[in-house]
């Protein structure tokens, strides 16, 4: 009786200031221990295009060229390459918007083919594919970050690997801190690289108009014939616009998913399609097919030719694209590994979150520790360049996925429906994609690579599948530990 007095009178008393009890207390409740929905529609826009345009199309986009033979069949190249990107991307629309979990292809592949064929695509992405790339992107930024300061040299090898890991270093924190930061990160370079282009796109717009069409009047002129020469050429395009599956592997933090996934992905890759088949034609408006094919740097050569004193802001802004990459390569990786943990997949340590900035933060850690390691090497570009066709392996499972669950997962809503033919033709692209590299130019690395794809099983079947007790007993201190140091905690399961 009393108990309900005093109640009353406290009610009364908030009632006087205006607030009641449940207001105050509902103003006062801390945020779910979840990752947070702060990735809007320009940020995910952001996160393709930025990830997308990397340093391939400012230092070397030859390779096209050098299959297809002419300017011509290039140029159509680059342009079906976008449409394809563009179609592969609306698969993943429709699996993303079916399936709202973050971890791209790792949901998919478990909803529609169960647990075993996911976990080998996070053994072989988390473990070599993400931080490799990671690895890659931050050797290129620091190669042009540091040329000023060694003009007629090339830098030293250890100067290079040194700013490659403060880099590394620098990314993995911002994405710790904060998933609204690492987004103001991404959508900075992306702007910046945007503009680059756009300079390059308008000096050769005004170079054509001068009358610089040389390069144009015999456009096919030598054009490959072989329809291996021509696939080839279709490889090398398609991996210059790898990235489009990058806003599938963050779905959970992306406000309002089943519009802007879907938006993001109509806009910014007919974009980047747009900006590199711009940027193809303004450097054949200056060089010649030969010259094009010599150069080391293409961006590079075009703006000493034609930006003549202000030619020093290719290479400040090729830095600035390929640290934008970069960050975009860790913010997503880091979604693969806390997804891959949550289930059961990877150490448990990995799904936890930063108790009060909401991030990742162990996933994200993991993988700049791999990308550390990996600069280690020589020439990590070799082990990439094997592992690649890896990454077509599960792309064209990701595209089966989805005709397999138009039969087994009919229940399910598809807020996007895109036609079956589309996901077909992607099975048969990435069929295409994996083997034609190894029958052009059969290699034991590929089954180097292939015996390492399943070597995860020999973690999978005591780990995962039988769970023996003897592991959990080793892992719970450490992971008490790396919880406390951390200050990190398990994810809230939200109904």
Not at 103 to 130: D, N, P, R
Not at 275 to 302: D, R
Not at 333 to 361: C, D, F, N, Q, W
Request: aromatic fraction near 12%.
């Amino acid at each position: 009786m009393e108990e309900g007095n005093i109640r009353k009178r406290k009610e009364s008393q908030n009632g006087s200031t205006g607030y009641s009890m449940d207001c105050q207390n509902k103003e006062k409740q801390p945020k779910a221990t979840v990752l947070q929905k702060d990735v809007g529609l320009l940020s995910g826009i952001c996160l393709i295009v930025g990830t997308m345009i990397g340093s391939g199309i400012f230092i070397s986009p030859k390779s096209v060229l050098l299959y297809s033979g002419a300017v011509g069949p290039c140029l159509l190249i680059w342009a079906a390459c976008g449409v394809l990107a563009t179609l592969g991307a609306l698969c993943y629309a429709e699996l993303g918007t079916m399936i709202t979990k973050s971890g791209g292809e790792y949901s998919y592949l478990s909803e529609a083919f169960g647990s075993l064929l996911a976990y080998l695509y996070s053994w072989t992405t988390v473990m070599v594919l993400k931080p490799s790339s990671f690895a890659i992107i931050t050797l290129s930024f620091a190669e042009y970050a540091s040329a000023p300061f060694y003009p007629g040299c090339t830098p030293p090898l250890v100067v290079t690997k040194c700013l490659s890991a403060a880099a590394i270093f620098l990314i993995v924190t911002v994405n710790c801190l904060s998933v609204k930061l690492a987004s103001y990160v991404q959508n900075f370079f992306t702007a910046a690289k945007l503009f680059i282009i756009l300079v390059i796109v308008v000096a050769g717009m005004v170079m054509l108009a001068q009358g610089n069409t040389e390069t144009f009047s015999n456009a096919f002129e030598g054009s490959a014939s072989s329809f291996g020469a021509i696939g080839l050429a279709f490889y090398n395009g398609l991996w210059a616009y790898d990235g489009w599956n990058q806003l599938n592997f963050i779905t959970e933090e992306l406000k309002n998913p089943f519009r802007n996934l879907p938006l993001a992905i109509l806009i910014g890759i007919p974009l980047v399609s747009v900006c590199y088949v711009l940027v193809n034609i303004s450097y054949f408006s200056v060089m010649t097919s030969t010259e094009l094919l010599l150069s080391p740097a293409v961006a590079v050569t075009f703006g000493d030719r034609v930006l003549h004193p202000l030619s020093w802001i290719i290479p400040l802004f090729v830095v600035f694209s390929t640290f934008g990459s970069a960050n975009g390569s860790c913010f997503t990786a880091g979604r693969l590994a806390y997804v891959s943990g949550r289930e059961g997949h990877m150490v448990k340590i990995l799904s936890y979150i930063s108790l009060k900035r909401y991030t990742p933060a162990p996933a994200l850690i993991l993988n700049g520790m791999l990308a550390i390691f990996y600069i280690i090497p020589a020439d990590i570009n070799t082990l990439i360049n094997y592992f690649s066709f890896a990454q077509w392996v599960f792309y064209g499972l990701t595209a089966l996925a989805l005709i397999v669950m138009r039969f087994t997962r009919k229940e399910l809503h598809r807020p996007v429906k895109v036609p079956i033919v589309i996901a077909g033709l992607m099975v048969v692209v990435s069929c295409y994609l994996v083997l034609a590299p190894i029958i052009d130019k059969p290699e034991l690395e590929y089954l180097y690579c292939t015996i390492f794809i399943f070597s995860g099983l020999l973690l999978y079947y005591p780990f995962v599948h039988r769970k023996v007790n003897w592991a959990r007993k080793l892992m719970r201190p450490i992971t008490m530990h790396l919880q406390l140091l951390m200050e990190v905690v398990p994810p809230e399961k939200i109904e």
